[in-house]
């Protein structure tokens, strides 16, 4: 799976828009984007995913490069509420049956919104 | 509502009593597995299973057990707890029919264990 690189930490307003950056620079062809946060000590919620195309839902929308070396998750107007650690992974899309798909996140981006 | 529960939330215990932590799911989801989570060291995985009798190791596995006899519940089991097992255990799972699927996983609320 390929390394990402994530800020340590940001902030954002309670309504405004929230720009998450992901670099994911060695991603190969058919591994997949996905997005998971975490708000504290909670179990880690899942958000979104992509391959290449942007994609949107209820949540989040997800925007992807063309060249799919980084992506920005965005959280269209924020609430105190999606205050929480945010984790960018990638994983493959293609593998054989029966691997072990455990979730290893890394440091993640600690997203604080203020009122 | 589609969701993963476990028991107890909060557990505090003394070296070497067993205990048990419950999982159980509603969605009918075939791959279950456990979490621990340590400051400083993220989740680590300590055991999953694919399906029903199906359970296999993951990274951090000494000190527990598991058992999968129905679909829907996943027990974690401390036999001797040890104080080096305090913290805080996650349940999760997911659809195995692809690995998008896989990774979609849904966590429990998380339960918090300190062993005295």
């Known amino acids: 799976d390929a390394k990402t690189t994530q800020p340590p930490s940001m902030d954002c307003a309670e309504g405004r828009a929230a720009n998450l950056p992901c670099n994911h620079s060695t991603i190969s062809g058919n591994e997949y984007v996905y997005w998971y946060r975490q708000i504290h000590s909670q179990g880690p919620q899942y958000i979104i995913h992509g391959l290449k195309n942007n994609e949107t839902n209820e949540m989040a929308s997800l925007i992807i490069t063309e060249d799919r070396k980084s992506s920005t998750l965005i959280l269209p107007h924020a609430t105190l509420r999606d205050t929480a650690v945010y984790y960018c992974i990638v994983r493959a899309g293609q593998r054989s049956g029966g691997s072990n798909y455990k979730l290893t996140f890394g440091k993640g981006t600690l997203l604080t919104v203020n009122p | 509502e589609a969701q993963v529960t476990q028991n107890p939330r909060y557990l505090i215990t003394v070296t070497g009593k067993k205990l048990t932590v419950t999982c159980s799911q509603n969605m009918n989801h075939e791959y279950m597995s456990w979490y621990r989570q340590d400051p400083g060291l993220g989740l680590r995985q300590i055991y999953y299973s694919m399906n029903v009798e199906v359970t296999d190791k993951g990274d951090v596995p000494e000190g527990y057990k598991v058992s999968r006899k129905e679909k829907r519940n996943f027990p974690l089991i401390l036999e001797s707890p040890s104080p080096n097992q305090t913290s805080l255990y996650f349940c999760?799972?997911?659809?195995?029919?692809?690995?998008?699927?896989?990774?979609?996983?849904?966590f429990g609320p998380g339960t918090r264990l300190t062993v005295l």
């Open positions: 999760a799972s997911s659809f195995r029919q692809s690995p998008v699927s896989r990774t979609k996983q849904f």
